[in-house]
């Protein structure tokens, strides 16, 4: 099982941007697709974007269409989630996966491997 480990959350204001990272310590590209997903607290984890293992198609939930952009660095073996305009609804943790069995509307389905989480905040 591949290990990830995310980083790049941070706190910022509305209308800042970060780029989160995820890392993996083996081969990533498993699955058919890999992708990012985020939580609140008391609330189901929600799909945020994903991208097919050959890099040719992402998936983008529909509040963050436009201003987040899932993609990856083969040669580093890092999965990149970049997210421009942000919101203050757009605070939670985000998580990656990897390994997934299909990717649908966002979600990546059935992941081999999650990343432990890093908490954006953003504040209006």
């Known amino acids: 099982q591949v290990e990830l480990v995310e980083s790049g959350g941070d706190s910022v204001q509305a209308g800042g941007s970060l780029t989160l990272s995820c890392g993996g310590s083996?081969?990533?590209?498993?699955?058919?697709?890999m992708g990012w997903f985020r939580q609140v607290p008391g609330e189901e984890r929600e799909g945020v974007a994903t991208i097919t293992k050959n890099g040719v198609r992402s998936y983008y939930e529909e509040t963050v269409k436009g201003r987040f952009t899932v993609a990856k660095d083969d040669v580093k073996n890092t999965l990149f989630l970049i997210m421009n305009r942000l919101e203050p609804e757009d605070s939670a943790v985000y998580y990656c996966?990897?390994?997934?069995?299909?990717?649908?509307?966002?979600?990546?389905?059935?992941?081999?491997?999650w990343g432990q989480g890093t908490q954006v905040t953003v504040s209006s």
């Open positions: 083996g081969y990533m590209y498993t699955g058919a697709c």
């Open positions: 996966a990897a390994g997934c069995l299909y990717c649908s509307a966002g979600y990546c389905i059935g992941p081999k491997s």
